[in-house]
């Protein structure tokens, strides 16, 4: 009888990372023997180099100088020897007690990618926003798996990959989002994808507006420049199969409906692009987006009422178009969430819907235009 398949953890830091020492422990403590764990650190603390010792069961790799992050894990996956790789970001939360590296290796016996749940652990405003934020990535995730088997995007906080699949798409690539590039990549050439909710991790929130705005440069840029490279397969793709990529894309961003909803109607479009705008450019501007968010769910119910000729009806009739929308979104992602074992509040993710939701649309629009049509390329603060 063969015997287990050897997993690979490969988890890449950069300096430090507060919550490594409680992922490596868990990792250790798991029951799965044949595994082996490796760190590679880009410009490594000096608790950096105290840790290594501290977990003697795992191989650390330090760089002097930063690599990034496409360097360290594709140079710590031709060092591996697992049959199976699982890349982890050091600031995730495995629960205790759970058998984590068994039940990745079972949940790969069928399929060559495994994306692995997510959830925010939600401490402030912002973090419950981006709670809800993920919880529309791991439904799409699993509507991508049950209806398509294949995907085109994958978060790469947690993830698996078949290692001979790896191998076959040459690891990643160095481009900002190297975590949905390898997904397309995969999802293009016909290998199998899988969603899992019998596993978990968490994964923090930033700390703050600022860190969030850093964040989110680095995400919609490398969303514009992603759909910028796979347009035309993702349009092919969503041709063939609209009854999937439809929803799938509602519920990753369920602002479009508002969207949709604005540009159905040419009387207010001027100043929706006027208003997108000025959101872009106070969004720039400042790292304080939450004073920007609570003025959405009014700009966008109540605009109308300063445009056309019939102000009242036309008011009215936009505010409630925008409530049935919101209510039909909020009971699809009550349904999904209470069956993916999701939290759902009402009244956060109104919020969620009507300000934080809009705003992560206009930094995707605003860099997809930039990536699109603007000559000079984005700056890019941190190393691929």
């Known amino acids: 009888m063969a015997g287990k398949p050897r997993a690979t953890i490969i988890i890449p830091v950069y300096r430090e990372c507060e919550l490594l020492s409680l992922l490596l422990e868990r990792l250790t403590q798991d029951g799965y023997e044949e595994k082996e764990i490796i760190v590679v650190i880009d ?7 105290e840790l290594s010792e501290q977990h003697p069961n795992a191989r650390f790799i330090f760089h002097e100088e930063r690599v990034g992050k496409v360097n360290a894990m594709n140079e710590a996956a031709k060092l591996s020897h697992g049959d199976i790789l699982i890349f982890l970001d050091g600031d995730v939360y495995i629960p205790r007690g759970v058998p984590f590296l068994e039940e990745v290796v079972r949940e790969m016996e069928d399929t060559d990618i495994l994306d692995i749940k997510k959830k925010i652990c939600t401490r402030s405003f912002l973090s419950k926003m981006m709670y809800y934020e993920y919880v529309g990535f791991n439904i799409g995730s699993w509507l991508m798996a049950r209806l398509k088997t294949g995907s085109p995007a994958i978060n790469g906080a947690a993830f698996a990959i078949r290692r001979d699949i790896f191998e076959s798409l040459r690891g990643f690539r160095r481009v900002v989002a190297e975590d949905l590039d390898m997904a397309m990549r995969a999802f293009v050439r016909g290998y199998r994808f899988k969603y899992t909710s019998k596993l978990m991790v968490y994964t923090p929130a930033p700390p703050n507006w600022e860190k969030w705005r850093a964040q989110r440069k680095r995400w919609a840029l490398g969303a514009a420049m992603w759909l910028k490279e796979w347009y035309g397969e993702l349009i092919w793709k969503a041709l063939r199969s609209p009854q999937v990529f439809i929803p799938v894309m509602l519920f990753v961003a369920p602002s479009l409906v508002l969207l949709l909803l604005d540009l159905t109607d040419p009387n207010i479009l001027f100043s929706n692009v006027l208003m997108a705008s000025l959101i872009l450019l106070m ?4 790292s304080h987006v939450v004073l920007i968010a609570p003025a959405m769910p009014i700009l966008y119910s109540f605009q109308g009422i300063f445009l056309a000729d019939q102000q009242w009806a036309y008011a009215m009739r936009m505010i409630i178009s925008t409530l049935v929308s919101f209510g039909c979104i909020a009971l699809l992602f009550f349904s999904f969430s209470r069956k993916l074992g999701f939290e759902f509040r009402l009244h956060e993710f109104f919020g969620y819907y009507f300000a934080y939701s809009p ?22 603060d941190w190393k691929l």
Do not use: Q
Request: hydrophobic content about 50%; overall charge neutral; some cysteine.
């Open 283 to 286: 969004a720039k501007a400042t």
């Open 359 to 380: 705003v992560c649309l206009l930094f995707l629009i605003g860099y997809l235009l930039h990536v699109a049509f603007l000559p000079n390329k984005p700056d890019i």
């Open 43 to 49: 410009e490594p603390t000096r608790d950096s180099l």
